[in-house]
Antibody, heavy 121, light 108 residues
Framework: EVQLVESGGGLIQPGGPLRLSCAAS????????MNWVRQAPGKGLEWVSG????????YYTDSVKGRFTISRDNSKNTVYLQMDSLRADDTAVYYC??????????????WGQGTLVTVSS | EIVMTQSPATLSVSSGERATLSCRAS??????LAWYQQKPGQAPRLLIY???ARVTGIPARFSGSGSGTEFTLTISSLQSEDFAVYYC??????????FGQGTKVEVK
């Protein structure tokens, strides 16, 4: 059974850092690209970042470029999202999502249950 | 950035009726279009990819159509479990792979 389990969310002050993790199981992680998608409270979905299966190519939406870094450790079946210089508008549930191909392109076939990040003083 | 616009924002439908959801792209995305379903408190679930290909296990009452800039998700006969929010997402060319703002299908 495919499982994606996010962790690392919580309450963080503006300007602070936070690292999210997503542990994968039930599929050949090193063959799948991975992405992060977020959802602000009561709002729609926003694609945030993607990484190809090898970790060689990474992609970001403009609003997080220079502040967020996506990475992966295929030996640990885990993808990370390092978030720096957090702002109030980064408050959201962050989902990790898998893409069954080397490239990070959608569609995203499996999703985790999400981890809530709240940026507030 | 390609902007995806969904309509209507809310669709009120009775069980057993047909629901038609629209998604428009600000420029052609060919058939690089996916549909997701999200229920309250749950993660999104992939329904349709390639504009019209149904994911294994998704009931046949869900169908997708369209290409270029105009797309439609049709639910032929709404069941109670289909009341949810539906999102379209393009994956044409380079990111950002934007989502529409969603259509909420609610009980009439």
């Amino acid at each position: 059974e495919v499982q994606l389990v996010e962790s690392g969310g919580g309450l963080i002050q503006p300007g602070g850092p936070l690292r999210l993790s997503c542990a994968a199981s039930g599929f050949t992680f090193s063959s799948y690209a991975m992405n992060w998608v977020r959802q602000a409270p009561g709002k729609g979905l926003e694609w945030v970042s993607g990484i190809d299966s090898s970790g060689g190519d990474t992609y970001y939406t403009d609003s997080v470029k220079g502040r967020f870094t996506i990475s992966r450790d295929n030996s640990k079946n885990t993808v990370y999202l390092q978030m720096d210089s957090l702002r109030a508008d980064d408050t959201a549930v962050y989902y990790c999502a898998s893409a069954p191909r080397a490239r990070a392109d959608p569609p995203f076939d499996y999703w985790g249950q999400g981890t809530l990040v709240t940026v507030s003083s | 950035e390609i902007v995806m616009t969904q309509s209507p924002a809310t669709l009120s439908v009775s069980s057993g009726e047909r629901a038609t959801l629209s998604c428009r792209a600000s420029q052609s995305v060919s058939d690089s279009l996916a549909w997701y379903q999200q229920k309250p408190g749950q993660a999104p679930r992939l329904l349709i990819y390639g504009a019209s290909a149904r994911v294994t296990g998704i009931p046949a009452r869900f169908s997708g159509s369209g290409s270029g800039t105009e797309f439609t998700l049709t639910i032929s006969s709404l069941q109670s479990e289909d009341f949810a929010v539906y999102y379209c997402q393009h994956y044409y060319n380079w990111p950002p792979w934007t989502f529409g703002q969603g259509t909420k299908v609610e009980v009439k």
